[in-house]
């Protein structure tokens, strides 16, 4: 079974910083989904950003990138430039990339803390 | 174009009863997948349906189940519940495709 760990529970930054939120998963599987999952305190989970595991390019989004190292098996999510509105909790994600296999295996989670 | 609404956003009950938690999707979205978020076990996969069958499940006892109807909108249903079904229950819909899942603001269930 996959499994997703987030190692860090807590992370904060300045305003106007870098962060970083580490994530390594596990799984035998050599195609597969990752993803970065925002949730506010609205509750309501937002994607930040997707990675295709077969594509070696890092997936970038305006602020955010990711640093992807399949052999690792490690899937860092960059914030660059850090606003008020980044504080929430992020999740990272795996899915298996199977047609009809909708489940997302999450992370613990990391609470970003942004301080003005 | 409207998103994932879930209803109702908070809701009390008390242990043995059963409640049922609604979810309708996107507009065109067939696939309805539920999560259970607590603070303990963090998000776990219930179950996803997609054009009213269902089509994945997760690791939860019977007294978890769903539907999904013609027009994509979910339900789910939890009998005799138990002091350890409070948490946030989140609904994701999607074309069903390899990705891309919105998720709603969830269900906040608190069993007394």
């Known amino acids: 079974a996959q499994t997703v760990t987030q190692s860090q529970p807590e992370m904060s930054v300045q305003e106007a910083e870098t962060v970083t939120l580490s994530c390594t998963y596990d799984t035998s599987e050599s195609d597969y989904y990752l993803f970065w999952y925002k949730q506010p305190p609205s509750r309501q989970m937002i994607l930040v950003i997707r990675?295709?595991?077969?594509?070696?390019q890092n997936a970038t989004e305006n602020r955010f990138s990711v640093n992807f190292q399949k052999a690792a098996k490690s899937f860092s999510l960059k914030i660059s430039d850090s606003q008020l509105g980044d504080a929430a909790m992020y999740f990272c994600a795996y899915r298996r990339l199977i047609q009809g296999a909708q489940k997302l295996v999450f992370g613990q989670g990391t609470r970003l803390t942004i301080n003005p | 174009k409207a998103g994932v609404t879930q209803t109702p956003r908070y809701l009390i009950k008390t242990r043995g009863q059963q409640v049922t938690l609604s979810c309708s999707p996107i507009?065109?979205?067939?696939?309805v997948s539920w999560y259970q978020q607590t603070p303990g076990q963090g998000l776990q996969f219930l179950f996803e349906y997609f054009s009213e069958t269902q089509r994945n499940k997760g690791n939860f006892p019977g007294r978890f189940s769903g539907r999904q109807f013609s027009n994509s909108r979910s339900e789910m249903n939890v009998s005799t519940l138990e002091l350890g079904d409070s948490a946030l229950y989140l609904c994701?819909?999607?074309?069903?495709?390899?990705?891309?899942?919105?998720f709603g603001s969830g269900t906040r269930l608190t069993v007394v």
């Open positions: 994701a819909s999607s074309t069903g495709d390899l990705y891309g899942y919105t």
């Open positions: 507009s065109g979205h067939r696939s």
């Open positions: 990675q295709e595991a077969y594509k070696q």
